[in-house]
Structure formats: structure tokens, C-alpha cells
């Protein structure tokens, strides 16, 4: 779903605005109550959450491929893997917060936040 989204970027963005955006596509799309039951038990065992750490780094790696498609310069690539690094970071830390924060606030508006954050720490 994410690769999808990334390779769907429309033509004048950036790599790092591709990510954001099919990182927000994505999760909006999943209803916040299910997301924070799903990660409440997810949390309940170590094995689910050892699999989690997987499921994110299998992540990083497809965001990777698909900027690399769509931005195929060589010396674009340590960019583009730290930019598939930071996508996967954010939803990392976003989940995280909203589910602490038992989804009092939009997990889009989260997301919104940190790559906001993000941009002007890099600036």
C-alpha cells in the first residue's frame, strides 16, 4: 500500500513529500479505534512485537525500491533510504503517541507533526 502510494506521487514532489503523503493515505485509511486495539494487542506479546520490528524494517525497504523508482539517480540513494527510514520512524512514533494518548488526537495530524518537525530540523 505504501509503495503504491509513493509511486502514485505526483510529478513536482519531492521524495520526502512522497513519503509523507502515502504515509498519510495509508493510515487514514485504517478506522483509529481498530488501529489502537490492534496495537494494544500487539503489545501483549513479545513475539508479535518482535515480528512488528520486521514488518518495519520489510517496510523501509519497499518505501526505499519505490523512491529509487521514481528517483533512479545513483547518488540520490543514501537520500532516498534515509528518507524511507524517516517514513517508517514517523508512523513508528506516531502510532506510539497516539495510542498513549489513547487517540485524542488524529493520528494524521500526528504524522503532520513529525515531518513537519522533521523538514525543519534538516533545513
Known amino acids: 500500500m505504501l509503495t503504491?502510494?509513493?509511486r502514485k506521487a505526483s510529478d513536482e514532489s519531492t521524495p520526502l513529500v512522497a513519503a509523507r503523503n502515502a504515509v498519510?493515505?495509508?493510515c487514514n485509511a485504517i478506522p483509529s479505534?481498530?488501529?489502537?486495539?490492534?496495537?494494544?494487542l500487539m503489545r501483549t506479546s513479545p513475539s508479535v512485537q518482535a515480528r512488528?520490528?520486521?514488518?518495519y524494517v520489510q517496510q523501509e525497504d519497499e518505501?526505499?525500491?519505490a523512491l529509487r523508482?521514481?528517483?533512479?539517480e545513483p547518488e540520490r540513494s543514501?537520500?532516498?533510504r534515509t528518507v524511507a527510514m524517516l517514513a517508517v520512524g514517523a508512523m513508528?512514533?506516531?502510532?506510539?503517541?497516539?495510542?498513549?494518548?489513547?487517540?485524542e488526537r488524529p493520528l494524521a495530524e500526528l504524522l503532520e507533526n513529525i515531518f513537519r518537525s522533521v523538514a525543519s530540523e534538516i533545513r
Open 4 to 6: 503504491d502510494a509513493v
Open 24 to 26: 498519510l493515505r495509508v
Open 33 to 40: 479505534s481498530e488501529m489502537i486495539e490492534l496495537d494494544r
Open 52 to 55: 512488528k520490528q520486521v514488518f
Open 63 to 65: 518505501i526505499y525500491t
Open 69 to 72: 523508482e521514481r528517483w533512479p
Open 78 to 80: 543514501m537520500a532516498l
Open 92 to 103: 513508528r512514533i506516531a502510532g506510539d503517541i497516539f495510542t498513549q494518548e489513547n487517540g
